[in-house]
């Protein structure tokens, strides 16, 4: 495993259904991400995991929207009740605490949801 | 709130010339500032990851600047190629209750025409 891996690429779904992404981290790295990008923008924050524990939460992220990390190794986001505005691209990255703030985020390709 | 701000929102050049990206941000508490690189419909690469006590990195034919006190940042490509058409993101680190966020910005799309 040479990267950050997630599942499906492309989802296609229709309004009030539910859907789950996967993601699969770098092994070893014990922080997982969660961002969200719409067209034409940059990736806003979602949510963060520091092994099994989720340590921070965007206001982004509303009640239909739940992060899991079991066993601190792969994720999934579900978002329950889609609505048309949940259409955008999701992204995973990892990275390994070294001890301070400064390790480096690797991102996966994401998953593109479209609701129909 | 930080808020991060590129300039141009796109930009369109002839082959082999070089280039300047603009970075803002309005918060100069970062631990660090990173230069992305995203390709349609991809997901983002890192290119150059510049610490806060730092002024530039360089990492061969990009050169990535941080002015904390004024909160800029540029991104320089020098002899540009058509393979470095892409969306160029910067994004800076901030501490958030004892882990870590990326604020980003809404990236500089780059075509380098032949």
């Known amino acids: 495993d040479t990267g950050v891996s997630q599942n499906p690429r492309h989802k296609i779904t229709k309004r009030g259904q539910n859907v789950t992404f996967r993601c699969d981290p770098i092994?070893?790295?014990?922080?997982l991400y969660w961002y969200r990008q719409t067209l034409g923008q940059g990736p806003e924050f979602l949510t963060y995991f520091q092994n099994e524990a989720q340590l921070e939460k965007s206001r982004l992220l509303s009640d239909r929207f739940s992060a899991e990390r079991p066993k601190g190794s792969f994720s999934t986001l579900e978002i329950q009740r889609t609505e048309q505005g949940d259409s955008a691209m999701y992204l995973c990255?990892?990275?390994?605490?070294?001890?301070?703030?400064?390790?480096?985020?690797?991102f996966g390709p994401g998953t593109r949801l479209t609701v129909l | 709130k930080q808020e991060v701000t590129q300039i141009p929102a796109a930009l369109s050049v002839p082959e082999g010339e070089n280039l300047v990206l603009n970075c803002s941000f309005t918060d100069s508490a970062i631990y660090n500032l990173q230069w992305f690189r995203q390709d349609p419909g991809k997901g983002l690469t890192s290119l150059l990851l510049?610490?806060?006590?730092?002024r530039e990195q360089t990492s061969g034919r990009l050169n990535a600047s941080l002015d904390k006190s004024s909160g800029r940042s540029t991104l320089y490509i020098a002899a540009s190629q058509p393979g470095d058409s892409a969306t160029y993101l910067c994004?800076?680190?901030?501490?958030?209750?004892?882990?870590?966020?990326?604020?980003f910005g809404t990236g500089t799309q780059l075509k380098v025409e032949l």
């Open positions: 990255a990892s990275s390994q605490t070294s001890g301070g703030p400064t390790d480096t985020q690797y």
């Open positions: 510049i610490q806060s006590s730092q």
């Open positions: 994004a800076v680190l901030i501490l958030t209750g004892g882990g870590n966020k990326l604020t």
């Open positions: 092994s070893e790295h014990n922080r």
